[in-house]
């Protein structure tokens, strides 16, 4: 008898199967499944392109899976984006995504009330908050500066597993629905960590020690320890002494002069206690930060070029170029609260046709490179600029004749030798591969020493790249003179 076994059946995978076309073709639902998106899509990216189709409930991003779950308010919305992006692909920050119905057909956060459950008791005094597109750190301090305004606040708990949550248990329900109704969807910082708000189920928060990621108001941790020494007779008062709901960090102070609502900046009495960015916790005792670069044009950009551009809005200490990582560079400043500038001016800014991202590294120093890479310009991918006279904010005397502004489409040059053109300007910009400025002005002579005057291009893209291209260039003369930008001008 033979012991070859028999053939095995092969599964049939009829399209006409009822099992085959669910697999394949899930039923319309309120929520849409992205995939494809960029690594660095933002909410606000999602619902520019996406409003079209309808009004967006709730969005939630998965950056590391390079996915997001959009709930709309209208199915009939979810179906014509699905429909839309069949017949024609839709591209979002530069990458083409492609759309399909959840399983899901509503969106529910794993601390969310169930709809279903009537029971009061559920709706308890603990909220959670989501913090969509966290920049910057958000710490127990963050959290209770933005909460302890609506109400006394027993405990803090702040999980980083799946994007950012923090748990905050109030010690009234009137104080939590006051917190909910005024901070769902408001941004802590202008323009970025935005909170989504849910009441949780849970009804008391466990914490175990009071440290940046959980805090219990109504206890001491330190009294319950036994002290190796007496207290002293002189006993001074502690200096981490706090009240129950009180923030236990008082160097916080807002500076939210430009916020315009709840989508620019939380604002109103109550939100006056915001935490200012010039209090981010990521620098060093030397008052350095780190900033990481993202999405460059590696073909446009090397360290000069990209000094070129941050000069404008902080000292620069040292870029290098993430060589493992293409389009990455790490920038350490000399002022944290350069940090300011840097993401209200030139943050998601289009540059070389790429959407830059900047945000603060979880580094606190950036170490000289021994032996740097090469760029594809073959320039080095590191260098030191600590002694550059090129920075501008050295000193009060310099920092007070630079103000930092937004990009615009007209630019202030100077330190030209005198008796320099309009035609002369013109054919600096496209000697340096940037396109040709469409006015030039010269100013009236004040100073035989050298030449200033304005540069004006058709768009804000053109300006900046000019700016980047061409800024510090050495001009052909016998006294070296090189050619600075001063600041956009609006």
């Given amino acids: 008898m033979s012991n070859i076994a028999p053939p095995t059946k092969r599964l049939k995978t009829d399209s006409s199967s009822p099992s085959f076309s669910v697999a394949q073709k899930p039923s319309p639902s309120f929520v849409v499944h992205a995939r494809n998106l960029s690594e660095y899509t933002t909410e606000s990216d999602l619902r520019e392109t996406l409003d079209r189709f309808g009004i967006i409930e709730r969005i939630i991003l998965m950056p590391r899976k390079r996915q997001a779950l959009i709930q709309f308010e209208e199915i009939t919305s979810s179906i014509n984006l699905v429909n839309e992006s069949a017949r024609n692909p839709i591209t979002i920050a530069g990458s083409t995504c492609f759309f399909n ?97 849910d009441f949780s189920k849970i009804n008391t928060l466990k914490v175990s020690r009071n440290d940046q990621d959980q805090w219990d108001y109504t206890r001491d941790f330190d009294s319950q320890k036994t002290p190796l020494l007496q207290t002293p007779k002189d006993n001074r008062s502690s200096y981490n002494s706090r009240q129950p709901g009180q923030s236990h960090v008082k160097s916080y102070q807002t500076n939210r002069s430009n916020g315009q609502g709840d989508r620019n900046g939380y604002q109103s009495a109550k939100k006056d206690n915001l935490p200012s960015l010039m209090n981010n916790s990521r620098h060093n005792s030397d008052n350095q930060l780190i900033l990481m670069i ?167 893209a053109d300006c900046t790249e000019a700016l980047i291209l061409t800024n510090h260039t050495d001009i052909d003369h016998p006294c070296n003179y090189f050619l600075n930008f001063f600041e956009f001008l609006n």
């Fill in 294 to 460: 993202n999405n460059l044009c590696t073909s446009k950009f090397n360290c000069d070029r990209l000094f070129n551009l941050l000069c404008l809005y902080g000292n620069v200490e040292r870029i290098k170029f993430l060589i493992t990582k293409e389009g990455s560079a790490m920038a350490m400043m000399n002022a944290s609260d350069s940090i300011l500038n840097f993401l209200q001016y030139i943050n998601n800014v289009y540059i070389f046709g790429r959407k830059i991202h900047i945000h603060v590294s979880n580094q606190n120093e950036l170490k000289p490179a021994i032996k740097p890479g090469e760029l594809p310009d073959g320039t080095p991918s590191y260098k030191d600029f600590s002694n550059c006279r090129n920075n501008r904010y050295s000193t009060n005397e310099t920092a007070s004749k630079n103000k930092p502004v937004a990009p615009a489409n007209v630019l202030h040059w100077f330190n030209a030798p005198p008796g320099f053109t309009e035609q002369d300007v013109a054919q600096l910009f496209l000697n340096a591969g940037a396109k040709a400025p469409t006015k030039v002005k010269v100013f009236q002579k004040k100073s035989e020493k050298s030449t200033t005057g304005l540069a004006e291009w058709n768009n804000i």
């Fill in 101 to 197: 119905y959840s399983l899901n057909q509503k969106l529910v956060n794993k601390y969310e009330t169930s709809e279903n459950n009537g029971e009061e008791a559920c709706q308890g005094i603990v909220l959670c908050y989501t913090v969509q597109n966290a920049l910057y750190p958000i710490t127990v301090d963050v959290i209770n500066t933005i909460s302890s305004a609506f109400g006394q606040i027993y405990r803090i708990v702040i999980t980083k597993k799946n994007g950012v949550q923090a748990l905050v248990e109030f010690a009234s329900r009137d104080s939590a629905e006051k917190a909910k109704e005024e901070l769902d969807n408001a941004d802590i910082y202008s323009g970025c960590c935005t909170l989504k708000i």
